[in-house]
């Protein structure tokens, strides 16, 4: 622990006993009210000289009757400090402030948090063990999408990447905080984290001792936009793919970076924290460093927003309490109920490749072949991710700065997001808090708990036959419960009703084609035997 | 070993030795010549009092130059008895017999060998370590299919079985001895292998101290049918559906059957040798057991044919030397190389599901996944079996006697079977004797050897794309030597020449489609560069 990191803790400490007290003391401001999980933000007037963002350190702690949260504030620039605080319970909240200046210090004041608005179901969290549901109860299945650049685009370019998500079927991105230089990726982006002085040389990443505001001011806007069309940010803090030296600088810096992020994003009730894309190939770090920066977040974020770092050959250790959830490159879906069962946390398939045609064996599925991996996520008790990756023309290997969905963003020419749009709305259809595969399925199939009737048999059960073609099976079905049938093509998009309801074994005759599936959705507990 | 074990043994090496001038001693009987890899066929007449299945032993010492080869001989029903000999060298060769009937003993006498008929290059055996050849060092590829239960369902449907067989892609023909009592499998068939008495249960084996003659005339007749037309038998000799109690008798009655089947089969040159199918779904026998009679099997076949055992989900110990390959099922390619690693010996994938539409997971896949399952199983160096089950009509799960091509033969409807004759031609016209899958591959391919310079660099490299569809990839083809280039789609069945020869790193631009396949043949060694 440095001494700010004492500073701080003390007197959060101090804070957190004597707030109320504090809170009455001093006059409160009179700030507009805010909407549940929306954030409050609290400006104050501070110093600009010497290094504000290493001098001074300002944190403030949130009331609500028996309850103290402390966040991070952070100097804005100029003289500019901000503290961000996100309320997650409705009524008046007393704030007040602890600084090493006297000027940012002891600043309280009141606001009220009101209904949330309309749509906003607040930050995503664990739920029903590997399951994810809003802090409103809300049920969230993660369908996610990669673009890993592409708020280094500039305002056009990004702007038709929020026109797509805002109609696509994406609810989460995959997007990294720190620009990226990879195979087609070799442009410089308009914002850069450190503030560059003219002539500053490509390699270095600038002065590391300060943040440059506008960077993070960039992201933000980003991360509102994100969250005005419902879409997850899974923030990834830190990616092998460099060439301005932000990925190797020492422990401390990087801890700094850290506080400073989540200072400024975690009142956001769209972040998600991904420590690290392919942790493994940072080779200047070992794990137990990327273990002690998820240790940083997880210390630091008031609201404990979900938290996972993703590896390319060597997979983290997901059963530490370091991470909420597994974030995982690979398809192989026949070890989902072993990690399931080792982890006891939700499991994110978020590198499964790609739709696209680049030369790159992660690069080219087919549109098909995507959409299966999709199915055999979520029927696995899994959620996936996409992402895509289509070459313009067949020579743009050698062609810098080709747009590439899975970077940049822009526009989705692949087939699978419509079947992914479908398979969303279908799931989101079930009235369930999510599917959990089935042990020792002969056949795959997911089962989810009914919304009425949790502890009964199941409310939905979801099949999903890929290269299998029976024309007719006998399904399981629970006793004592009724279903009605569908049989669901996945990539025509169609949902085909069966006549009548069903309980226990119920033979169904089949199309006989293959990745074809069956929604049974119970519509009541089976009429008892009358005796 | 039993009394008449041990007389034979005692017989056969005093025979050894003495066989020259045994030779020698008798008139020579006037025999016409045989073909080498046919059956020469030594027809004795003794006693039918008794029972001389159990009680007359023979056999006879074939010897050519400095070669002597011991065989059992067999009763046949009424006064015959039979010796059968499968030469494999041209020339005059000599036998002489040996009995515990002085009837039966020392009958001597010669025959020539001539050239093998036109298209049969004799039994294959294990070549190259990991692939097959027959005796004449022509490589085989198995191309195999399944008909358990084609011999027991009356000759107009063996008949049509055999037309199918005739015209279709297949070389090898996985088929049980014993008829089959299976779902689908409920008919009696028309021979038994052991005598039934008026009257005996069906629950009953028969008389299991004698052989039923009939049975095996019929069997040799659709062993000798599938050698015409170039098909091997892979004689299934126990297997678990049953109903008959054929495969619930002692150790000493299956002993004897094996013996005797031995004695019967083995000089038929296309019969291959499969212990069981799902050995591990006899309930009545342990491992041990299995391995026991597979030394039967091994001790007394004087051609050592190809021999393997199959299981249902313990894997058999396939480094044994008991076994010359193995037969699994499964289709994990993954595993190949390790397995291949392990065993060293080929793999035959014999089930890898069916193309179908049954309602049981093995049995209805598309026949595009039954290619692609092919085709993986070669570019893995390992070789496929294939299978067919379409009802004809859907309720026919509860129909008794639906016939299915992969019990009952018949005609085939699947859309596999072309496509599996495209791949056979094309690895055949590949003049290599076998593709080993190369190490980590990034595509899965597979390499052979070039038959005019087996040390040099590969003659042909096989990829196979699988789901990926790269618009473009660069080939690491070896340095040093030129190869012509063809790009194939295995579903279409078209083979497009790339224009020009290449070497080392060689770019080409694809089909944006999945499933698709490259072939690299070797046109010549690169010219040495001038100096």
Redesign the interface.
């Known amino acids: 622990m440095n001494r700010r990191e004492l500073l701080q803790l003390t007197s959060a400490a101090a804070l957190t006993t004597f707030a109320p007290a504090i809170a009455e003391a001093v006059s409160p401001t009179n700030h507009p009210a805010t909407p549940q999980y929306d954030a409050f933000e609290l400006v104050l007037e501070g110093p600009s000289s010497g290094n504000p963002f290493m001098d001074v350190t300002l944190s403030a702690t949130f009331t609500l009757d028996h309850r103290a949260v402390t966040v991070d504030g952070f100097y804005d620039g100029g003289t500019t400090y901000r503290v961000r605080f996100m309320p997650d319970t409705i009524g008046q909240w007393s704030y007040a402030t602890t600084s090493n200046l006297p000027a940012l210090s002891s600043k309280s004041g009141t606001f009220t948090c009101t209904a949330a608005r309309a749509g906003e179901h607040g930050p995503v969290a664990v739920a029903r063990t590997r399951h994810f549901a809003h802090a409103d109860g809300t049920p969230f299945f993660p369908f996610g999408t990669t673009c890993y650049a592409w708020v280094h685009q500039g305002a056009p370019y990004e702007q038709q990447t929020l026109d797509t998500l805002a109609y696509g079927p994406f609810n989460k991105i995959r997007m990294c905080i720190f620009p990226k230089s990879y195979e087609y990726n070799h442009n410089e982006p308009e914002f850069y984290p450190f503030p560059r002085a003219a002539g500053t040389p490509i390699s270095s990443p600038g002065d590391t001792t300060r943040f440059d505001p506008a960077f993070f001011h960039h992201l933000e806007q980003r991360i509102t936009d994100l969250r005005a069309i419902g879409v997850q940010a899974d923030l990834i803090l830190f990616h092998p793919y460099d060439r301005w030296g932000f990925a190797t600088l020492d422990a401390e810096t990087h801890g700094r970076y850290l506080r400073y992020t989540v200072a400024r994003l975690a009142a956001f009730s769209n972040v998600w924290w991904s420590l690290a894309n392919e942790f493994d190939l940072v080779r200047s770090k070992t794990t137990a460093d990327f273990t002690n920066l998820l240790h940083i977040v997880q210390r630091y974020d008031p609201y404990q927003h979900m938290r996972s770092i993703h590896y390319s050959h060597t997979m983290y250790d997901y059963a530490s309490p370091a991470v909420t959830h597994a974030s995982i490159q690979t398809y192989d879906f026949a070890q989902a109920p072993a990690w399931l069962a080792a982890w006891n946390k939700p499991i994110c398939y978020d590198e499964m490749q790609y739709e696209g ?5 992660w ?4 549109g ?2 995507m959409t299966r991996r999709f199915w055999l996520a979520i029927v696995n008790g899994c959620y996936p991710t996409h992402g895509e990756t289509f ?1 313009t023309h ?2 743009a ?1 050698q062609t810098d700065n080709e747009k590439i969905w899975w970077s940049h963003g822009g526009k989705l020419s692949g087939s699978s997001p419509a079947r992914i749009a479908f398979l969303r709305k279908l799931l989101e259809s079930m009235n369930t808090s999510g599917l959990d595969a089935s042990p020792n399925p ?2 795959l199939n997911a089962t989810g708990p009914s919304a009425s009737d949790p502890k009964g048999p199941p409310g939905s059960i979801l099949y999903y036959m890929d ?8 399904f399981p079905l629970p006793e004592g419960a009724s279903y009605k049938a569908e049989i669901i093509d996945p990539w025509e998009m169609t949902i085909t009703p069966v006549e009548g309801t069903h309980t226990g074994k119920t033979k169904l ?1 089949l199309p ?1 084609k ?1 990745a074809q599936a069956l929604r049974f959705t119970r519509v009541r507990t089976a009429d008892p035997v009358k005796g």
Chains 1, 2 share one sequence.
Not at 363 to 366: K, R
Not at 467 to 474: D, E, K, L, T
């Open positions: 045609d680049l030369p790159s064996r690069g080219n599925l087919t098909q072949e070459l067949p020579d290997a002969y056949y290269q299998h073609q029976p024309v007719q099976y006998i005759i006989k293959p």
